[in-house]
């Protein structure tokens, strides 16, 4: 059963929990005798971070250790195992959510489904774990760079609240300079595994690529001509995916997000001595999740993509 | 890579082209000593089969052989192979398609993936493969029912459309019954896993879990009571999973799909010479995929549960 | 869990009971536009068949039926089915095999992993089972050969034993011509994973590559000398593999198998009543299985190999 | 492609080059709410380290740092993550051997596969990559008690040298108290992944599992009587284990490894520029691995038995 690994030519699997001793990940799989730009993935790690009034407030200066397969700043071939430290927490900060189960996290679910939790700030389902996804993926994305392909994303809607409360949105997602003829039928779409990855996300709730989905065959289909000896779609509704396989066409989706359930409003609850109560979360937490998450979605699309080309 | 093969405890490997010897598959990893009902098996195809005027009117009165992992009609913990002769085609019937590339089906693109294809009917890429996932999807509703879980499909939308064109639509989804604590974090989360299985269904183009997306965290939030002993949930937004793992509560979703490609109208394309033509696709084809769709997706449902059961 | 699947590249998933409908199996991610020859995969499949006095008389004439991904004899890239028929047999041929649990065989261990058990001839357990690893591992070997790799199979040792009883010997396998480079550590050294795939051979016990062992170090090791501007190994005790990766030079191996467990001498056992009986067991059976697994180790060597190749 | 993970549901991914930052690994799928003895795990890891003259003399007394899964000692359910530091080395140390291809390593087959290797101490190819394993192993020990099977490992064969020169060994190994029914055919059967388990191992050459082979089936079989109503086998040359699956009887097999290729004697070889060199390997080395590598047996054995075990 897959848990906390994803990919198979590109694999990376992540570890840590928010409040443990560190976040980290292995990357296995990526080429050898790759120059890494650390740079780069600082700046995908700040574009994470958070920056705006109305978002999470926790400083994260985040940096990275590199514990192996890189030599002189070159890959190995070898596992890329790297860690980022957590920050000191006073052991009173989270004690009083020892017992409560908060509203929409994975409270309950993670104690059901493992019988303990780590309940200080979310443990491992905290959306602090994507750091290590942010990290790999941003190797992915300098590799397939050098292959001619660019991920951009975009926040289409957000949506306006009072403080203390919170809202969902979406993230639109752009792929450029994927080739034709990438991905595997049946059970290997590349769509399919776009979707997963994304999904794989905290709060992301859905996936859809393409457009014009309720027009009529007529004016959906792709038609397509060639000109000056190329293959040129009239339009590209399919979203640069058929039968699960590129069609060099841009690939591009909307990801769905669910509000923050982190709110500053007493919200009713339970314990685990099976107590009702009343709950409200303190801290400063995402009014949205949904810029930081985008960052994540092209971490994400970059593995998967990357997986593909292998 | 994944290819032809979905899960890991129960693990479906489908095969087929629409119009080679025969489409199957085999099951590996359904538990032994289930005694199975063969009716409901053909009850599933039944219901996956062209009934109403406006889809397919191509006669699928299929007819199961059962090659191996069941003896007396009971499961023996072997791979249970199943096959689904195809009916006999004149030669001629697909010859004006073997060298034309039909807009928004997957012709071109596994042609640029293979360097080869079977064009007689779609080949692998065809609606037709999914016969497989019915039957195996028949065995896993069969065993999901003795856990107490039962699976929904509606079809919320479809929309009208003039003779020779199609359309598109949406696929309600409602599982009943999953326990709480299923499921996986970070990369095995059961909506994830839902989305990529549902999204391998021919045409699929989305899925979205729960309910309730655009409202503030104050209205979105599930809250919870304790009622004579039991834990309540005061709303279901959540769609029944958090944090990848089962709440106890119902598990919903949306798929959305593309209107069928195949149309009786006029369109641009090109060849395998590379030459402009106009297509008129002939026969009798689904006006909307949605209904027999929706068969196809209470299979992927039941085969992605029970491999979270097994 | 890993059941009846084997590769991950090229992908072999086998059924099929000894005594059931069919033995088959499903032959995932082989190359596309591959002209098979189809008398090649007679010639195996003959070769694994009895013909020599002392070994099984049971006619096995099988007819390979190939049920999906190949077209005009050239192969689609997706996934190639092929089924034998098993021969029909009396109901009563094997009832009195039911109740008793034979020694040395898996009848009692199938038992307690499933609760039930196909007795008919050894069920899943049966050596019959290969058949299907013969009929894709000569596809393997047909693709192997388009690159310079081959592969001989000797039988180095067999030996005597009066009427009735049996004996069981080894196989020595020497696989020319695969390049420099291929393997991967740590999980994946491609010794270990053929060791797997020989020892799931029914019967085998025993895997050991290279020679030597041993010798000192300083007898044992291979040195090297470049020699017209290529590389000269000295000897090659490491049979072709170093750290899990082929060094180009011979990969060699012997797989040691057990005596064949059906004899025709009484034994002690029990049956599923928990009494003590004594059986002798009828029919004719090999006397030993090395000549027939050697067919089966090539087998199993060239889709292992290929797997690495794609 | 496997890489460097092994097991499925209880999956163990080591990092880490000899001479680089540092080793570790990710065990993930291991239950919940385990307490974990540490003091076993220095327990393990000083039965691995180098104790006797002549054997490396490399200190390495290692300190185990837990970054994830684990909270107040207790198993979370979630990944554990553990990195052992590297000590420091003087960047000269190995400059020697950055152009030279030491015989019967793995320097030049991974020059080929990656086109770089690490060459400080072997980097990946290292022993020194096993720690991750011991220390893993260590926890799967520990759970494995907990269901009553324990794992014995002697050194069967060493064998005298002179000094400066190397010797291989065997290992012999015995797990007692694995309750019957444990494994899967066709392609999971239990020895076939202990064999590839164990030959992971480096300079691991050979598997053999059960004894009595060379004899004739009528001495080989185990014959079967019931004794006070249990099973009682009259003989264990299966090495407990029938068709992959566990009788219950002890699983035993022997393990054969290569001498040591660190050797202090000159032996030829190349460079990289393709020269004809001679090389006198200079530090302490292991004049045999086998004591060392019997620990590694153990661990490999112990997290490849717990795998079928969840």
């Not at 052991?91 to 309950?108: F, I, M, T």
């Not at 997963?196 to 690529?209: D, K, N, Q, W």
Request: net charge neutral; proline share 4%; charged share 25%.
């Amino acid at each position: 059963m897959i848990l906390n690994t994803i990919g198979d030519r590109l694999r990376l699997t992540t570890f840590g929990e928010s409040h443990g001793v560190a976040i980290g990940g292995v990357l296995d799989g990526f080429p050898s005798r790759f120059k890494i730009d650390f740079e780069r993935v600082s700046e995908e790690l700040s574009a994470r971070a958070p920056q705006m009034e109305g978002e999470t407030m926790r400083r994260e200066d985040d940096e990275v250790e590199w514990l192996s397969g890189i030599m002189d700043g070159v890959t190995l071939g070898t596992p890329i195992a790297f860690v980022v430290r957590n920050k000191k927490h006073e052991p009173g900060d989270y004690k009083e959510l020892e017992h409560v189960y908060r509203p929409s996290h994975a409270d309950l679910s993670y104690q059901q489904r493992y019988g303990i939790r780590d309940y200080r700030g979310g443990g491992r389902a905290s959306g602090r774990e994507t750091v290590a996804r942010v990290i790999a993926g941003a190797l992915a994305l300098q590799w397939l760079e050098t292959q001619g392909v660019s991920i951009k994303v975009d926040i289409v809607e957000a949506g306006e609240v009072s403080h203390g409360d919170s809202i969902g949105g979406k993230v639109r997602c752009l792929v450029n300079g994927v080739k034709a003829g990438i991905g595997n039928p049946v059970f290997g779409k590349i769509h399919a595994e776009l979707a997963s990855a994304v999904l794989s996300i905290p709060a992301c709730h859905g996936f859809e690529y393409g457009s014009g989905l309720s027009l009529p065959g007529s004016e959906y289909n792709d038609q397509m001509r060639m000109e000056n000896g190329r293959i040129k779609y009239l339009s590209n509704n399919s979203g640069g995916v058929l039968g699960g396989i590129t069609t060099g066409e841009d690939i591009y989706f909307t990801a769905v997000f669910k509000p923050t359930p982190s709110i500053q409003i007493p919200q009713q609850t339970i314990n685990d001595k099976g107590e009702n109560v009343t709950i409200t979360i303190k801290g400063r937490h995402d009014r949205s999740v949904v810029r930081r998450a985008s960052v994540v979605v092209r971490s994400m699309v970059a593995l998967t993509i990357m997986n593909y080309y292998l």
